[in-house]
Structure formats: structure tokens, C-alpha cells
């Protein structure tokens, strides 16, 4: 109940910067936090437009031994989660300066070894998309994971994410409206069919069914 107060209070003070009409569900935070894999004590997870913290908390619970770094524009979210989470660094800033966030952490960005966006990329104005989506392939080293999640897929055909191999997607059906799981790899040249997933088997968590994901067939979206 709390979350949803926090976010409908984000929505009223600045629509554009809260894509969806709901807090995230926790089918879709177990979907985007097994995405990002198995990585390495003491890495980084940087979090894009965290809200509420659903995303958040899951991260920390997963990987407690990882830094979690969570950017968000919204002031009183960022201040609320802040105090809330003391377990992750929540920054009130911009996507488009990870690598400057970070060193002001005192954290080498080149520790970085994955970043989780809850964006609304698709209703960002102008060139902002692009702005935050390089500065992502700029941070990332080689082979690491980027994950979006997104209410429309399909409308992700405009964006032509630069050195970002598309690796497959999960559609979660159980989430209020369902929603999309994009999991991309950082590749040092992306290939020309980047952009093409590849049919993928349903995900089998350990002792737990991940209800409501659907692995979706492989369909090219960058054209």
C-alpha cells in the first residue's frame, strides 16, 4: 500500500518521467533479477529509475556481497528509498552520468557488471533515450548484461541500441498490466543480426516455478 502511494504521488508530481500505470510486481522483479546472472562478489549493479524499490530489494536479496547503486530522478522517491534501503547507494541524479555518479561513490566504474533499467524509455522526450542508452554501452565492459523491462516490445524497434547483442526475452504475464523482459549482453562489435533473439527454453529456478514467465519466440526488433 505504501509503495503504491509513493508511486501514484511520482505520477502526479511529473508524469513523464513514470511509464507504467502500477508499482512493478514481484513476478517481474524475480524475472529481472534472475536475468542478470551470476556475478562476482564486490561488483556493481547499477539500478536506472528505481521508484518504489521493487526492483531494489530484490537485487540486494540475490546479491547481498554486490554494491547496488540505484539512480533516480525523482527526488522524493530517491530520498524515500534512501532511507527505506540502506542496503543499496541511492543517488537522486540522471542516467545519462553513471560513470560520474559512481566516481563521486568512490566506486571504479569498470566494476560495473550489470545495469537494470526500469526506464520509460519509450516516452523519454527528445534524445534522451539515446543519451542514457550510450551512456550504458559506455559503462558496461565486455559481456556484461543490460536489462529493460517494457510495457510494448514491439515499439522497441525504434531504438538500435549500439554494441548491445539482444540475447532473449521474457514475457511476464502475471504482472499488472504484463510486461516484458529485454536481456541484452555488452559486445565489443555487435554483430549485423544483434538485434535477432533466438528461441530460448522456459527459465527452471531452483526449488521455485517462476509463475507467470513466458519465454518469447525470437523475433527481430531492430528493423
Known amino acids: 500500500m505504501r509503495d503504491s502511494f509513493r508511486f501514484l504521488r511520482a505520477i502526479i508530481r511529473d508524469r513523464r518521467t513514470v511509464g507504467a500505470i502500477a508499482p512493478s510486481g514481484r513476478h517481474l522483479a524475480a524475472c529481472v533479477v534472475r536475468s542478470l546472472g551470476t556475478l562476482e562478489p564486490g561488483s556493481i549493479i547499477v539500478e536506472l529509475g528505481p521508484g518504489t524499490g521493487i526492483f531494489t530489494r530484490a537485487i540486494c536479496r540475490r546479491h547481498p556481497r554486490c554494491h547496488v547503486v540505484a539512480i533516480e530522478i525523482d527526488r522524493y522517491l530517491a530520498n524515500t528509498l534512501d532511507r527505506a534501503l540502506p542496503q543499496a547507494r541511492v543517488i537522486h541524479g540522471c542516467a545519462t552520468k553513471i560513470r560520474e555518479h559512481l566516481q563521486k561513490l568512490g566506486l571504479d566504474p569498470s566494476r560495473v557488471a550489470a545495469v537494470v533499467s526500469g526506464l520509460p524509455l519509450l516516452v523519454l522526450p527528445d534524445n534522451l533515450p539515446a543519451r542514457i542508452l550510450d551512456e550504458v554501452t559506455e559503462t558496461l565492459p565486455e559481456g556484461a548484461r543490460f536489462?529493460?523491462?517494457?510495457?510494448?516490445?514491439?515499439?522497441?524497434?525504434?531504438?538500435?541500441?549500439?554494441?548491445?547483442?539482444?540475447?532473449?526475452?521474457?514475457?511476464?504475464?502475471?504482472?499488472?498490466?504484463?510486461?516484458?523482459?529485454?536481456?541484452?549482453?555488452?559486445?565489443?562489435?555487435?554483430?549485423?543480426?544483434?538485434?535477432?533473439?533466438?528461441?530460448?527454453?522456459?527459465?527452471?529456478p531452483r526449488g521455485r516455478r517462476l509463475f507467470g514467465v513466458i519465454p518469447r519466440r525470437s523475433r527481430n526488433i531492430s528493423s
Open 147 to 204: 536489462v529493460q523491462f517494457t510495457y510494448s516490445r514491439l515499439a522497441w524497434r525504434r531504438f538500435t541500441p549500439q554494441r548491445l547483442r539482444f540475447l532473449r526475452a521474457y514475457l511476464v504475464v502475471s504482472n499488472i498490466p504484463p510486461a516484458s523482459v529485454l536481456v541484452f549482453s555488452k559486445a565489443q562489435h555487435a554483430p549485423p543480426d544483434a538485434g535477432r533473439l533466438r528461441r530460448i527454453k522456459k527459465p527452471r
